[in-house]
């Protein structure tokens, strides 16, 4: 009782229960990942992406989504990960990013949604450092979750700047 105890204030000096909450979990490339359900607006089926020239190969293109279009990034692409053909389990999670001149309604493609997990603090370890050179900034940390690892996205921060600028421009 007393270790865990001492384990909790540690992790409260380094953050660790501002991440604790409730993640919508989904797979890509199959790996489990989660995002903050507060950033979640909704969930959506494939549905027809009209593509924008000279964007980046990542941003699919856009959505009509009742009356609003949306620009949709294909998280596959843009972590570097092979493409796949999207399949009747592949879906839009719908996010609301905050950039620096604003929130931004975008569309994320993933393979599949999973489910909505209550993660608690204790569960989530800070993101390894991996020995080279990695930008690792959008991951909050990985958790551990029925029997496996989810790796919990900052959204916010999954693109940069200059994405969120060229994600702007295809809306």
Do not use: W
């Amino acid at each position: 009782m007393q270790a865990e105890t001492i384990e909790r204030q540690e992790n409260t000096a380094a953050g660790i229960p501002a991440k604790e909450g409730k993640y919508l979990t989904f797979s890509l490339a199959g790996e489990e990942y989660g995002i903050g359900i507060l950033k979640v607006k909704e969930i959506i089926g494939m549905m027809n992406i009209t593509p924008v020239p000279q964007t980046p190969e990542f941003v699919k293109g856009v959505i009509n989504l009742r009356g609003k279009v949306i620009p949709v990034v294909d998280l596959r692409l843009r972590f570097a990960l092979e493409a796949a053909a999207y399949t009747e389990r592949t879906c839009i999670i719908v996010v609301e990013v905050a950039g620096q001149s604003g929130s931004v309604m975008m569309g994320i493609v993933v393979d599949a949604v999973s489910e909505v997990l209550n993660i608690r603090g204790a569960d989530i370890e800070n993101t390894p450092a991996f020995g080279v050179r990695l930008n690792t900034d959008f991951i909050l940390g990985m958790a551990k979750a029925a029997g496996g690892i989810k790796i919990l996205l900052d959204i916010d921060r999954v693109l940069s700047s200059e994405d969120l600028v060229a994600v702007r421009r295809a809306a």
